[in-house]
């Protein structure tokens, strides 16, 4: 987590119009102090990605101090989920059928009704494997939720899968509150609808069973302006993203989520 990688990564989630994002470490906490300082604006949230024997938990805290504390970092999953539901804030699995990083949670998936939801749309995962966390995530009644999932994203990636929530937040609790609202989706933005996956049968020109959007990608190195913000029904540029489907849970934040040096999701405006 140089200086050179967390500025690289706020500034494509400026790019991509994001209103705010959160920065997760894998197995430690974030740079929090130096994060905070090179933001200039951008509003930034924390958490941690936690690797199990066979998957990842991601956990937002309602206050970012708590990762400066004792984490449960290489015990079981029963043991992380107790932790989460000791200390609150929102968990969520991370992409759990994409292998690209190692083995993960695949259909044991379903055995995880205790925490907040699941990664639905991820920017750098397999879109087929993004179809059936979507899938899972319905059958559980789970929210679902999105973001970059990448270790030092590239800019075109980050903003190409978010969390939308419909209110502004300006600290880490109010962000915890939006995500376990109804009015929370995952969304993603594609340029090619071959990158939406699998052709569940649907007509032509509507959306799948899996109600991710079909909106043109953020590319890199725009300007905000002329990219166009989201806004609360989110829009952007003209279209209508239809965001995940699942009950009140938790995840990301308004936007994207990236985590430089680690994993990269995040809030935005995910």
């Not at 209103?19 to 958490?47: E, K, Q, Y």
């Not at 009704?113 to 990664?119: L, T, V």
């Not at 952007?236 to 989520?257: A, E, I, S, V, Y």
Request: glycine share 18%; proline share 6%; with cysteine.
């Amino acid at each position: 987590m140089t200086d050179e990688v967390i500025s690289r990564v706020i500034e494509s989630c400026r790019a991509a119009g994001l209103d705010g994002a959160c920065l997760v470490g894998v197995d430690a906490a974030p740079p929090m102090d130096r994060i905070a300082t090179m933001a200039g604006g951008l509003a930034i949230f924390f958490g941690i990605e936690i690797t199990l024997a066979r998957g990842r938990l991601v956990w937002i805290p309602s206050d970012p101090a708590m990762l400066r504390g004792e984490l449960p970092i290489g015990r079981s999953m029963e043991d992380v989920i107790s932790f989460f539901k000791e200390n609150g804030g929102v968990m969520f699995a991370a992409h759990p059928y994409d292998r690209s990083d190692g083995a993960t949670f695949m259909d044991s998936v379903y055995d995880l009704d205790d925490i907040s939801g699941i990664e639905v749309a991820n920017a750098g995962r397999d879109p087929w494997r993004n179809n059936m966390a979507q899938e899972a995530a319905s059958q559980l009644r789970l929210k679902g939720f999105g973001g970059t999932g990448r270790r030092e994203p590239g800019p075109g990636e980050i903003g190409a899968a978010a969390t939308l929530i419909l209110e502004d937040v300006t600290t880490q609790a109010e962000l915890v509150r939006q995500l376990g609202v109804d009015d929370c989706w995952a969304l993603e933005f594609l340029s090619d609808p071959s990158q939406f996956g699998e052709d569940d049968g649907d007509s032509e020109g509507q959306p799948g069973a899996h109600d991710r959007a079909r909106a043109p990608r953020p590319q890199a190195g725009r300007e905000q302006g002329g990219q166009g913000r989201r806004d609360a029904h989110g829009r952007q540029d003209g279209h209508q993203p239809r965001g995940g489907r699942g009950r009140q849970g938790g995840g990301q934040g308004r936007g994207g989520q990236p985590h430089p040096g680690g994993d990269s999701r995040g809030p935005g405006g995910r």
